[in-house]
């Protein structure tokens, strides 16, 4: 079937024997008259998610967790950025998260801004009742006590999964055309017009709008910066942090001005991941979480269950009419 909704037409042989003075001959010719409620239809599905993007999304969640949470153990170990090659206790960090002499717990960025965080950042209470002045508490790291070795441990074993586990991904996807064909914005999705149009959509709830086998232009511009930006940043400047790679590679440490700049990027694109979670999460929740689940673990979205979109009404795409199943 093609975009454009052929005019229906009923077959000759019915209509040939529309003259016969038969209860069921006009019963028959008043059915293949009647086009299909839109009601009675089988429920529609679309092929959305293949199984590397499934395979890939499912063992990076997982290991980008674990190594978020075992990154903050290790950033327990010395709560403090620095930008530069050197860094220590008595030099001035453009952050730093602690406890405060009177009792309490803050944020520090550079020399003015200071952001009481007591009870949660700085100064927690840890599960047995004692109190915890590391940077961030029992609950958010990986071990939930302190041990810089144990979360190193934890941290570059799930980083191997992750890297090896990307790699995969972009060859796989490189190779079936995904990156290309799904996740390359298109001009036409550049233009400011066709941009604010898909921000109004989802102030509306309105997520898939009228292609919902496809990313929209928010999506793919927001898959772009983590596959393309935040990825390749985290995984060279964990290189770079690591002696064993700095010998075989030290253009790394020109590449980012030393250790403590690569440590300073690496959480900052530690925090955009986390970001990005947060906001791929809430917007599960308002797109149908169990719609948008299901849809990664066995690759097919139902399209009667797309919130703010209805593929049998006047929003419904072309590609919602061409791939639906029984």
């Not at 520090?108 to 949660?120: F, M």
Request: hydrophobic share 45%.
């Amino acid at each position: 079937m093609t975009g454009a909704e052929k005019p229906w037409s009923a077959p000759d042989a019915e209509l040939a024997n529309a003259d016969e003075p038969t209860a069921a001959g006009m019963g028959d010719l008043a059915d293949a008259l009647t086009p299909p409620s839109p009601m009675a239809s089988k429920p529609h599905r679309i092929y959305r998610h293949r199984v590397s993007t499934r395979l890939w999304h499912w063992t990076n969640a997982i290991a980008l967790i674990v190594m978020l949470m075992s990154g903050l153990m290790i950033f327990n170990a010395h709560p403090r950025l620095y930008w530069g090659e050197y860094g220590a206790n008595m030099d001035t960090p453009w952050l730093w998260i602690g406890p405060t002499p009177e009792g309490g717990g803050h944020l520090l960025l550079g020399r003015s801004i200071d952001i009481p965080t007591t009870g949660v950042l700085g100064r927690s209470t840890n599960p047995n009742g004692s109190i915890n002045t590391h940077a961030f508490p029992h609950w958010a790291t990986i071990p939930s006590g302190y041990s810089l070795a144990g979360a190193r441990r934890w941290h570059l074993s799930f980083a191997w999964i992750f890297v090896l586990a990307t790699i995969g991904y972009a060859l796989v996807s490189l190779v079936n055309g995904h990156v290309r064909r799904d996740l390359l914005p298109k001009r036409h999705e550049l233009a400011p017009r066709h941009l604010w149009k898909d921000v109004v959509d989802h102030l509306k709830l309105r997520f898939h709008g009228d292609e919902p086998g496809q990313y929209n232009i928010l999506q793919k511009l927001t898959y772009g910066l983590v596959l393309f930006v935040l990825l390749p940043l985290v995984i060279l400047t964990g290189m770079t942090m690591s002696p064993a790679f700095d010998a075989a590679f030290p253009w790394l440490l020109d590449l980012f001005g030393g250790r403590q700049s690569a440590r300073s990027i690496h959480f900052v694109c530690a925090a955009g991941f986390a970001a990005f979670i947060v906001v791929h999460l809430l917007l599960v929740v308002l797109a149908g979480p169990i719609n948008e689940i299901r849809s990664m673990i066995t690759g097919w979205l139902h399209v009667r269950e797309v919130k703010g979109h209805g593929a049998e009404g006047p929003g419904a795409g072309p590609r919602a009419r061409e791939e639906q199943t029984a």
